[in-house]
């Protein structure tokens, strides 16, 4: 039996050990009906630092789901994995080592990242398990192993095949930090602060000047030309006109476009290659002269003149001041202003021209929206998110980086014509740069040499095909196509993730999946919030409000933390907060005590159902209806309303009434119903604890149980007792009323009573009532109680009937002290004045007029004389 205080260290140690020694959470595998089993497609973290507190959050919410399910009877598999390739574990390990990748051949440098990820992965298992998340251990992967490389591989011969893939020379999203291309999805908005700069520019062959307001002069010198928007009456005359670049000199055309702002600046503006996506847009949709200032290092070019060698911070300021001295320069004022900025590192990004591959997304917009429609959403709010993300791409997905860490793409060129020679399936995984060709000559022209392609993918176009790697999607030469090893897996339950990740993870996995499979990845996604500080603001290093996993579980229980992690609705952020973590510490205080005191009360199981007394009945069928509203709740992703109800009943009706009434009927008899319900009812509280509470609810079956894990007994489902379920309740309500009476006439609360008459109907739950609370006469009565409402006062809304009255505030106050008022149709009718309903609140106080002491138990009126 629970022995002692509870001692959270060595009982949660313990248990964590003994679930991934015995393969408590294994996937056992082998169904044929998959239906029997429960997959989740559990996000892989990037290796990029440290365990931090937004993991304990969502992997504690993706194990409440997987606990659930699993006590549900589904075979749960519920894998772990690492997303360790790419620029995140990149940039790691160069400030680990201080290196940078370009000082390297690509796979010295890629050694040199798995050793240090390593070591960052083996701390994050050990984290991870220790947090008791149910993750099957056995099912492991990382994204940076040769069998996800061959996945991630065929993943781009199988699309290259149907015409989704394509290489081309283009304007591209550009970091010159991390000097590689990037997605859309990758850069984010960032308020900053700059300068806006009115400058003068020349009509060619003319006297006449304009001017243009710029935060990028340095771009002046990739100008190629000027634009006019049609209906701008004061500045159309220029159409067709030339215009001098001051400073660099070159005449560029002066064209109308509808895409000009006119409210922006003079409404004039230039057009530069490239300074954003509309210059992008100009420059395709009007032919334009292609003038790259900016290379990939962020440095200017050749043709910026004496400025070259510059970065391009230091370029604008000289040429700034140079504008100054030369008379163009018309004003400069301080700004702030949204920049897009990689979201890796910061960096404000460019647009360069440069050759990528890319995946086709725009042209089927409308299908991955309905694949999204297909899926079932927790929060539904959070499928706006992902609509809103598809219905504003504007680009391809660029899935090649240019980067020493990341899976090779298994392509080669000809030396000769430039065909593009793909891997075989079978050489998979393959490395152009230490790897040779399928083939020995070009099948096009010959030609006996190659180049290798030196790029790498994208981590998310590996990353986006998790619910592939997970079922062992692979070739298969006889049947000459591509399938799932294990179907019973696929298409996934649930994806849950972060709401940050909606645009990266889930949006290229659907597109990913869909591909490739012609099926929708997941059935349910679930969204979680972010974890915010207790001033409700986004923990970030710079702010230094970040909190350590460590530092929280050193002063705290894993339980206290997972009990805090249902705290709010799934999809809202949750506020880190140390009330929610000793409140489910008083929590487990009051398990644990209760549960001492059950097993006092019955040292033997009762495992047959006697003839139970109307209350024990009623406990149970009550029960039933919370089991079923748990339940449903669950169902539904909603783990703060499940956790909050089951508490409210398990500490208030069950410990604060029930137990104390059991407790009394099993020290003076040994009363079997009182026992059964006991025993049944605690044993059901266990169990549906058991996904929150996950070690004290162990340890507490194991105690007083048979033994094995709660975590594989069955979730309870209703007893179907029928009972009077009202009267129950308003016996409870009775019992506490009477015990809060005596509290406050400070009565010991075996205290006797003489006579409690209550209006209200506890029939068959009298004798209980009487007992547990030393009742000598209990009365029940069906009539209205004599009480009444009396007034006691008036709250006035100062903030209202101040600024309204003025000097009259007092006279008002005078006469509501004296009683001298009304109230008239909902008015206060005071002092000569009528103040109208949202200008007060009438005091109300129910009042007994018979003999006794009221109190009240929710509606119930219960009258103590004593």
């Known amino acids: ?32 009906d998959p239906n029997t089993v429960f997959a989740i497609d559990s996000p892989p973290p990037t290796v990029s630092g440290s365990l931090h507190w937004g993991h ?15 006590m549900r009877g589904k075979d749960v598999f519920f894998p772990f994995g690492y997303d360790d390739n790419g620029i995140a574990s990149e940039r790691l390990t160069e400030s680990e080592l201080g290196v940078r990748h370009q000082e390297y051949e690509r796979h010295e440098f890629q050694e040199m990242c798995r050793d240090v990820c390593q070591e960052y992965e083996a701390d994050f298992t050990e984290k991870m398990q220790n947090l008791g998340i149910s993750i099957d251990w056995d099912q492991t992967y990382r994204t940076i192993a040769p069998r996800v490389q061959r996945i991630s591989q065929l993943s781009f011969i199988d699309l290259y095949e149907q015409g989704r893939e394509y290489r081309k020379r283009a304007p591209t999203i550009w970091c010159p930090e991390c000097q590689t291309a990037i997605s859309q999805v990758e850069t984010e908005d960032d308020e900053r602060g700059s300068h806006f700069h009115d400058i003068e520019f020349a009509v060619v062959d003319g006297d006449e000047t304009f001017t243009i307001s710029t935060t990028r002069p340095e771009l002046l010198p990739a100008c190629v030309a000027v634009f006019v928007h049609p209906d701008d009456d004061a500045n159309r005359h220029l159409v067709g006109e030339e215009a001098e670049i001051p400073l660099f000199g070159q005449r560029v055309p002066i064209i109308e476009d509808e895409r000009v702002d006119m409210e922006t600046g003079s409404g004039i503006v230039m057009c530069c290659t490239f300074g954003d996506q509309t210059d992008i847009e100009w420059y395709q949709a009007h032919g334009l002269d292609l003038r790259l200032a900016i290379d990939e290092s962020g440095t200017m070019t050749e043709v910026a003149g004496e400025y070259e060698g510059l970065s391009a911070e230091e370029a604008r300021e000289a040429i700034v001041e140079d504008l100054d001295d030369g008379g163009y320069l018309l004003d400069r004022w301080e700004i702030s202003h949204v920049v897009q900025v990689h979201e ?16 086709k997304l725009l042209d089927k917009k409308e299908e991955y929206l309905r694949a999204g429609r297909e899926m079932d959403w927790y929060p539904e709010k959070m499928f706006t998110r992902y609509k809103n993300w598809i219905e504003g791409l504007q680009w391809g997905w660029s899935i090649s980086r240019q980067r020493s860490s990341g899976i090779p793409f298994p392509v080669w060129y000809c030396d000769g014509c430039d065909t593009e020679l793909v891997a075989d399936r079978e050489q998979l995984p393959v490395d152009p740069l230490s790897d040779d060709p399928p083939v020995d000559s070009c099948p096009d022209c010959g030609h006996d040499e190659f180049v290798p392609e030196d790029d790498v993918f994208d981590t998310w176009a590996t990353s986006s095909l998790t619910p592939l790697v997970n079922t062992d999607w692979d070739w298969d030469p006889e049947a000459e196509e591509m399938v799932v090893g294990r179907e019973e897996l696929y298409p996934m339950d649930l994806r849950p993730q972060g709401h940050d990740i909606i645009s990266f993870w889930l949006f290229h996995t659907v597109v990913k999946c869909y591909e490739h499979t012609g099926e929708v990845p997941f059935d349910q996604v679930m969204i979680n919030g972010m974890v915010l500080d207790e001033n409700r603001e986004k923990m970030s290093k710079s702010k230094g409000n970040v909190v350590s996993p460590d530092e929280v579980l050193d002063q705290f229980p894993v339980d206290a933390a997972r009990y805090w992690a249902a705290g709010s609705a799934v999809g809202d952020d949750l506020p880190y907060k140390v009330t929610g973590l000793r ?36 406990l149970l069928a009550e029960l039933d209806a919370h089991v079923e509203y748990v339940t449903e709740q669950f169902e539904n992703r909603a783990f703060s309303k499940a956790r909050d109800d089951l508490r409210s009943f398990f500490w208030h009706t069950f410990c604060d009434d029930y137990l104390e009434i059991a407790k009394q009927r099993l020290r003076d008899e040994d009363d079997p119903s009182a026992a059964y319900a006991l025993q049944t009812a605690h044993r059901r509280f266990v169990k549906l604890f058991a996904p929150y509470l996950a070690h004290i609810t162990e340890e507490l079956w194991n105690d007083m149980y048979e033994g094995g894990s709660v975590h594989r007994t069955d979730w ?7 009972a009077d379920l009202e009267a129950g309740e308003t016996a409870m309500a009775v019992v506490g009323a009477l015990r809060k009476y005596k509290t406050d006439h400070q009565l010991p609360l075996n205290a006797d009573l003489d006579t409690v008459l209550v209006y209200g109907d506890v029939e068959g739950f009298e004798d209980d009532v009487r007992r547990v609370m030393h009742v000598e006469t209990l009365e029940t009565s069906s009539e209205e109680p004599p009480v009444e409402s009396v007034v006691t006062g008036v709250d006035l809304d100062y903030s209202v009937v101040g600024p309204e009255y003025g000097s009259q505030v007092s006279d008002i106050e005078a006469a509501i002290e004296d009683g001298e008022y009304d109230v008239v149709d909902g008015e206060l009718h005071v002092a000569g004045v009528e103040l109208d309903a949202e200008m007060f609140e009438i ?5 007994y007029a018979g003999e006794g002491v009221m109190v009240e138990a929710d509606d119930t009126v219960v009258i103590v004389r004593n």
Request: glycine fraction near 8%; proline fraction near 5%; hydrophobic fraction near 30%.
């Open 716 to 722: 309870p489902e209703p007893l179907g007792l029928e």
């Open 56 to 70: 304990v959050y969502g992997f504690t919410l993706q194990d409440f789901v997987a606990r659930f399910n699993r």
């Open 1 to 32: 039996m629970p022995s002692g205080e509870y001692d959270p260290e060595t009982v949660e140690q313990k248990w964590q050990d003994r679930w991934v020694a015995d393969d408590t959470y294994d996937y056992e595998g082998g169904a044929v």
């Open 344 to 359: 890796r590192c910061g960096t404000g990004i460019e647009f360069l021209v440069t050759e990528q591959w890319y995946i």
């Open 583 to 618: 409140a489910g510490e008083r929590l487990m205080r009051k398990l644990w005590n209760a549960s001492k005191l059950v097993d006092s009360l019955t040292p033997e199981e009762r495992l047959e159902r006697p003839e139970l007394r109307e209350i024990d009945r009623w």
């Open 843 to 847: 005091e109300e106080e129910r009042r």
